[in-house]
């Protein structure tokens, strides 16, 4: 896997609205615990970058073991990152009222 597929990946993740709904959803709440929103975040990127590797192994692409590791494994890291920035958003923004 090169350079290219991997930004590629990460280019077409950020333009799916399933990432921003469910970071968006999940990381809302600052008042629940950090560990717990990063485990359901975890979990969501997880069935979110399965859902991925499904719809590219039903449109006929070859994907070996690798490549769909690395595609769960950005969906997670991308679903993290996002939901706990709303988070931290959504704090800074209460502790200012």
């Not at 006929?60 to 690798?66: A, D, K, S, T, W």
């Not at 490549?67 to 800074?92: D, K, N, S, Y």
Request: charged share 15%; net charge positive.
């Amino acid at each position: 896997m090169d350079s290219a597929m991997l930004t590629a990946m990460v280019m077409g993740s950020l333009r799916d609205p399933i990432l921003w709904i469910l970071s968006a959803a999940i990381g809302w709440k600052p008042e629940r615990p950090v560990r717990i929103t990063v485990a359901m975040l975890a979990a969501a990127g997880s069935l979110w970058g399965a859902m991925r590797v499904a719809i590219y192994a039903a449109r006929g692409e070859p994907l070996v073991m690798i490549q769909m590791v690395t595609i769960v494994a950005v969906c997670i890291a991308l679903m993290t990152v996002t939901g706990l920035a709303v988070r931290e958003v959504r704090r800074i923004v209460a502790q200012r009222r």
